[in-house]
């Protein structure tokens, strides 16, 4: 079954974190919406253009499988600003459904909105002093429940890759993990 994700990206998202959850989910078959909190043209933390698919206002009547967050500075603040994702994200989580970031974002979007456990949670070591006073998990990914956290661009495929795993099966990670020449433990 198709699975439709949302992944938002702002000016100056991380652009190898954004591509790679992108890419590793429509490998899956995922249906990736890629919307952005400001304008279509992305131009990202390192520079790199692209084009987000629509606006993150054209995505609120819709439900998600999975909202997840690349982060990037200015990007995750950008993210943070967003009234209509803060909505869209809290939706996701009262609904139980999945929700993750990465590198900034688990702790400038998801903690300031108060979607994450301290203690079962990961980011980018520069920001985990905002997650209760550094009450993080020094690992890749961490998962809680429905929330899915990563900590930067170096774990972005195993990051994607575990979302995959949960959206669809342990089976179709290690498909599409064999498709881009990974070997697994």
Do not use: W
Not at 27 to 55: C, H, P, Y
Not at 59 to 72: A, S
Not at 77 to 83: E, Q, T
Not at 84 to 99: G, P, R, V, W
Request: net charge negative; charged share 25%; hydrophobic share 40%.
């Amino acid at each position: 079954m198709e699975k439709k994700v949302l992944v938002p990206v702002a000016q100056g998202t991380e652009e190898m974190e954004a591509i790679t959850i992108i890419d590793v989910l429509r490998r899956a078959g995922a249906n990736v919406i890629v919307a952005s909190v400001d304008k279509i043209d992305i131009k990202a933390s390192n520079g790199i253009e692209f084009k987000a698919n629509r606006l993150i206002k054209d995505c609120m009547d819709e439900l998600f499988d999975l909202i997840v967050l690349p982060g990037g500075i200015p990007g995750a603040m950008n993210l943070r600003d967003s009234k209509d994702l803060e909505t869209l994200l809290k939706k996701q989580a009262e609904l139980k459904k999945y929700y993750g970031a990465i590198c900034a974002s688990p702790a400038v979007v998801l903690h300031y909105y108060g979607l994450v456990t301290p203690g079962r949670v990961t980011c980018h070591p520069g920001f985990k002093d905002q997650i209760d006073n550094g009450n993080i998990v020094e690992s890749s990914v961490v998962v809680d429940n429905n929330c899915i956290t990563s900590r930067g661009a170096g774990t972005a495929c195993d990051f994607a890759l575990t979302l995959v795993e949960h959206l669809y099966s342990k089976e179709k990670k290690k498909q599409v993990a064999q498709g881009l020449a990974l070997m697994l433990d």
